[in-house]
């Protein structure tokens, strides 16, 4: 399960009215370091407005993928990225 808790960059406070981006409460994609596996994933609850946002995924392999959310609040999509390793 991956969650996201988007927050004002400034307040710190959970934002709790996300827009939907895409017709969902935001997008996950998937991608691992060898470019082989690439995975798009929805929001469990496709109707949530934050501040959490949770994804159900399973990593096909063990290793090292990149990770990005985007999410819409007032009109602008934002975009995290991470990184992390699969055991």
Do not use: C, N
């Not at 009215?17 to 409460?25: S, V």
């Not at 994804?55 to 990005?68: A, D, E, R, V």
């Amino acid at each position: 399960m991956l969650t996201y808790t988007v927050r004002d960059a400034h307040t710190k406070k959970g934002i709790d009215d996300l827009e939907p981006y895409l017709g969902a409460a935001g997008h996950v994609v998937i991608l691992s370091a060898d470019a082989e596996q690439y995975l798009h994933v929805h929001p469990v609850d496709e109707g949530a407005t934050g501040p959490a946002a949770e994804f159900k995924t399973m990593f096909p392999h063990p290793g090292i993928y990149k990770i990005w959310g985007q999410f819409q609040h007032k009109g602008e999509v934002l975009t995290v990225p991470f990184v992390v390793e699969a055991k």
